[in-house]
């Protein structure tokens, strides 16, 4: 017993096996040696992919949540981006002696008034045109169906690319009411997420510097820290969407330059499709660059397409980096992979506004994380 007592191994490990002259081998040793059984890469690649899997399943969780509650978390962004934007002004008016509640309405009306005009350009672009929109497209297909079965290519090829592009006319026919079905299912879901969107833009508004306030104590920030970094997201946020407006309205000149000399027909309504999609990163003007040079098949053949096509390649390429560069300078500078993997997920998540809405978030959350990270927010106590 003694001798047993004395064991310092017995002692620690209280679980051994004894083997042939006298070895003594612990559980712990056992585990290191089957450890060491698989070579350190499979191990190492066992461990990388369970991570990885975890991962994607938090990732694929989180996405159907969201895209579950969509007709709610997409007001609420759209809400928060446009309290972050015109939020400068009702601090102006605070400042001239206006009462904050009064001059959060007073935006407000600036901001209706500003939908309401938008949402008429849109109309006199789209829905009025509706049925030449739709004509000039399927006489544009029938010109370029016809120009490539010059290469060999199945008819039938090219008619379920037909069916698929009949399919889609009308929603396109729709302008700003097509956008806006792709992200609600119902028109009762528009209405409760335009209700959200201006019940909470209006708190923003009128409470923002109390909602700094409560975030800095939440996050434990020094004084001021909260207050800088909400002025930075603002900027951030207003610095991206005019410089993007300033990228669209300078890329569409050079669109619109080969429309109107080729004398192409419904060049204001390319031109506003090709504005308003040039907000979505890589994706958009593509869409409305399609747009474009399917309507000049139909008027102008082959020739006016390709013209067309180059003019709007070029746009959306080594011009549209160098203006955005310009534009948004150092400020909102993302990976480009990162870019469009965001924009695709939002497209899938919360349709054409969620698309708009991802890469400006994406880049302030980036940036609010590297200051609290700064700040210590993070640091392991």
Not at 137 to 144: D, I, K, N, R
Not at 255 to 274: D, F, T
Not at 332 to 350: D, E, R
């Amino acid at each position: 017993m003694g001798g047993l007592a004395g064991n310092p191994v017995n002692r620690q490990t209280g679980n051994c096996q004894s083997y042939p002259g006298g070895r003594i081998i612990t559980d712990k040793q056992l585990r290191s040696d089957f450890s060491r059984s698989a070579p350190y890469w499979l191990r190492r690649a066992g461990m990388v992919s369970w991570l990885f899997l975890g991962i994607v399943l938090a990732a694929g969780t989180v996405l159907s949540f969201i895209a579950t509650v969509s007709s709610i978390t997409v007001p609420l962004l759209v809400a928060v981006v446009i309290g972050i934007v015109f939020r400068p002004l009702v601090d102006r008016l605070e400042r001239r002696r206006v009462p904050r509640s009064i001059g959060t309405v007073l935006t407000m009306l600036l901001i209706f008034l500003g939908a309401a005009a938008l949402l008429l350009i849109l109309v006199r672009g789209f829905i009025d045109q509706g049925a030449e929109i739709v004509r000039q497209l399927e006489a544009g297909w029938a010109s370029l169906e016809a120009w490539l079965l010059q290469f060999q290519i199945e008819e039938e090829t090219l008619e379920s690319i037909r069916a698929a592009v009949a399919n889609g006319l009308p929603a396109l026919g729709q302008g700003i009411i097509g956008i806006l079905s792709s992200t609600f299912s119902s028109a009762a879901a528009l209405l409760i997420g335009v209700y959200f969107s201006v019940f909470i833009l209006f708190f923003i508004l009128r409470d923002g510097p109390e909602i700094e306030v409560w975030l800095a104590r939440q996050f434990k920030l020094k004084p001021g820290t909260g207050t800088a970094i909400v002025a930075n997201i603002s900027r951030s946020i207003r610095l991206y969407f005019r410089g993007t407006a300033l990228t669209a309205t300078i890329t569409s000149i050079v669109v619109a330059i080969p429309l109107i000399v080729l004398k192409v027909p419904l060049v204001g309504s390319i031109l506003i499709l090709y504005f308003f999609t040039s907000f979505i990163p890589y994706i958009g003007a593509f869409i409305g660059g399609a747009f474009a040079v399917i309507i000049a098949f139909g008027s102008g053949g082959a020739e006016t397409a390709l013209i067309v096509a180059v003019a709007v390649t070029i746009s959306n390429g080594a011009l549209q980096n160098v203006i955005n560069t310009w534009a948004l300078g150092t400020t909102l500078k993302v990976h480009p992979l990162l870019v469009f993997l965001v924009t695709i997920a939002s497209g899938v998540v919360g349709g054409f506004l969620a698309m708009i809405l991802a890469v400006p978030l994406t880049a302030v959350v980036i940036q609010t994380v590297r200051r609290l990270r700064e700040e210590g927010v993070f640091a392991e106590e």
